[in-house]
C-alpha cells in the first residue's frame, strides 16, 4: 500500500491509502480531470474489515435495515476497499456533500 495525498481546494486535503498500480492509475485520472477543470479527491481508500464492520453497522443505524444499507455500503468482506483496489471519489470544490452524492461526482466525470 501507498499513501496518496490529493490537496482540494482551500484548507481541504485528504491522504488515503491504495496498491500502488491503482495508486498510479487514479493520480493520471485526477490529472486529466483536473485539466479539464474538473477537481476530484479521494475521500475513502483501503479500509480493513473491521473498519468496514464499524461502516456497515453505523449505515444499518443511519438507514434502518440492512437491506437499506446495502444501497450505500457493502457488508464487511464483500467490499473492494480491503483489496487497495478501490475508492470513493469525491468534488473537491464541495467537500462537505453528503458520501451519495460525492461517489455520484466522480463516477458522472469517469463515466
Known amino acids: 500500500m501507498v499513501q496518496i495525498a490529493s490537496y482540494g481546494r482551500g484548507d481541504y486535503q485528504r491522504y488515503e491509502y491504495l496498491h ?9 485520472m485526477i490529472s486529466a ?4 477543470g474538473v477537481w476530484i479527491v479521494p475521500v475513502s481508500g483501503f479500509r480493513d474489515i473491521e473498519r468496514q464492520t464499524l461502516l456497515w453497522q453505523d449505515q444499518i443505524q443511519r438507514q ?4 437499506l444499507a446495502a444501497r450505500l455500503s457493502a457488508p464487511p468482506g464483500y467490499s473492494e476497499h480491503h483489496t487497495g483496489y478501490s475508492i470513493d ?23
Not at 20 to 28: E, Q
Not at 33 to 36: C, I, N, Q, S
Not at 96 to 102: M, S
Open 33 to 36: 480531470a483536473r485539466d479539464e
Open 20 to 28: 500502488r498500480d491503482a495508486a498510479n492509475a487514479l493520480m493520471k
Open 64 to 67: 434502518g435495515s440492512e437491506e
Open 89 to 111: 471519489l469525491a468534488d473537491g470544490s464541495r467537500p462537505t456533500q453528503d458520501d451519495i452524492t460525492l461517489r455520484f461526482i466522480g463516477v458522472m466525470w469517469a463515466g
